[in-house]
């Protein structure tokens, strides 16, 4: 029984010897390399984080912008039509419906321009990201499979027409 635990014994001794005796250089080396490493993969989430969530704004700034644009001109539409229907019923039109409707009509345009505007706002931003993100790959030319047959011979039937 002594002799199967000897090996064992002998092995933890020279790990424990090695432990004691060795310098640590490398260890260190690879616990530096490691911690740097991941403070810049932390840095760079952050950034990337940052990014997706100013390109998110934007995006949700230009929806609202064209809700109010719809809400404007669904609202002059309504008065529009509840005018039209107090002419037919020979019923008096207050003056002020048709100034509710000039002044939605005026509204829905500025709700245009300043939506136009923030979508080019964020079109830009996004541009920008993707610029410096640089090129996408092209995984579509990238396939390990050569092309089947069947759609080499699509291509060749419809060039021969």
Not at 92 to 112: F, G, R, S, T, Y
């Amino acid at each position: 029984m002594e002799e199967s635990e000897r090996p064992t014994e002998f092995v933890e001794e020279q790990i424990h010897h090695q432990a004691l005796h060795s310098k640590g250089d490398r260890t260190a080396w690879v616990a530096v390399t490691t911690a740097i490493l991941a403070a810049l993969a932390a840095v760079g989430s952050l950034l990337s984080n940052s990014r997706s969530n100013e390109a998110m704004m934007l995006q949700i700034q230009s929806s609202d912008q064209w809700s109010y644009y719809q809400e404007k001109g669904l609202k002059a539409t309504l008065l529009a039509s509840k005018i039209e229907l107090l002419e037919v019923l020979n019923r008096p039109v207050p003056p002020i419906e048709k100034d509710k409707i000039q002044a939605d009509l005026d509204k829905q345009a500025a709700a245009k321009t300043d939506a136009e505007t923030k979508d080019g706002q964020r079109n830009t931003f996004l541009g920008n990201m993707k610029h410096s993100l640089g090129p996408s790959p092209d995984f579509k030319s990238a396939s390990p499979f050569p092309p089947s047959r069947s759609s080499q011979n699509a291509g060749d039937s419809g060039s021969s027409g």
